[in-house]
């Protein structure tokens, strides 16, 4: 009986199991056996491309490779000032919702969460006609105080596309360490309190501690995203092309070897190593970041 009870409860992952495998295991399988592949022109180039087992070469290359190795590096400094101040925001963000009434909060939560609920591709779109000269409200506004900026410019791009994902990302975030919060025992606000304890001194020792672990979890979500990162850059590669190349990020240079060279073999070599970057990236993050609270 107890047998049948464990099949039973297996049956309700299958759909879950079809999906993990169909749509993660089998693409990244195939995406491991092409690059392991290159294609060769027989004779001049004149006749039919073949493929050839190339072993590790394609990896070797993606590893020597400066554009690429270059643009994860940058991606990397660029996540190592954007991901804390988004998270800084969205921590104080949900501080304050947890200091308000239920009522209160659930209103602002609704509010905060705007941004996130625009896709990614529109809010680009929507900041890039604000950054721009000659329709934005930005730029004439900073003419008022004696700014002269312009937000495509070499020095203001990477601040330009940060402040846009930390505009789209505080909501999602603040969120889930909100949810954190409202899982503290509220016990421990009142004795602290009876205590003499000041609000911020119980923000500091008993609220932030608590949510340590939402903490690491939306870093290792933001960090996973933001190696990831196409839509923004792609997007202002379309106004500032001398600015935004096509080498920005590691998932453009992908996608040009891809769908403009047509060298799928080593796009699948890049995208296994950019994977692995992931995972070592998210593996490190985690393991520094998630110690015990004593």
Not at 83 to 103: G, H, W, Y
Not at 133 to 144: A, C, F, I, N, R
């Amino acid at each position: 009986m107890i047998r049948s009870l464990r099949w039973k409860g297996a049956a309700f992952t299958v759909p879950f199991q079809l999906g993990f495998v169909f749509l993660y295991l089998l693409p990244i399988g195939y995406a491991v056996h092409q690059s392991l592949f290159v294609e060769q022109q027989s004779g001049l180039g004149l006749g039919g491309a073949t493929e050839k087992f190339a072993g590790l070469d394609n990896y070797q290359q993606g590893l020597t490779d400066s554009a690429f190795m270059g643009s994860v590096l940058r991606v990397v400094l660029f996540a190592c000032v954007q991901i804390p101040v988004m998270l800084l925001i969205s921590l104080l963000l949900a501080l304050f919702l947890d200091a308000l009434t239920s009522r209160t909060a659930g209103r602002f939560r609704v509010l905060l969460l705007v941004p996130y609920m625009i896709p990614g591709v529109v809010a680009a779109l929507v900041w890039i006609n604000l950054y721009s000269p000659d329709v934005g409200p930005l730029t004439p506004l900073g003419e008022v105080f004696s700014f002269d900026w312009n937000f495509f410019s070499p020095s203001m791009v990477w601040p330009s596309i940060g402040n846009l994902l930390t505009w789209h990302g505080i909501g999602y975030n603040m969120v889930i360490i909100y949810a954190a919060l409202q899982g503290v025992p509220r016990e421990l606000f009142e004795a602290a309190r009876l205590d003499g304890a000041s609000e911020r001194r119980i923000a500091l020792s008993i609220k932030i501690p608590h949510v340590r672990g939402a903490l690491v979890l939306t870093g290792m979500l933001s960090i996973i995203q933001m190696l990831q990162i196409f839509n923004e850059p792609a997007l202002f590669r379309n106004v500032t092309p001398q600015t935004v190349d096509d080498s920005f990020t590691p998932i453009m240079i992908i996608y040009n070897q891809a769908f403009n060279a047509g060298d799928y073999h080593y796009a699948a070599t890049l995208s296994v190593l950019l994977a692995l970057i992931l995972g070592v990236a998210s593996f490190l993050f985690y393991r520094l970041t998630s110690r015990e609270v004593d």
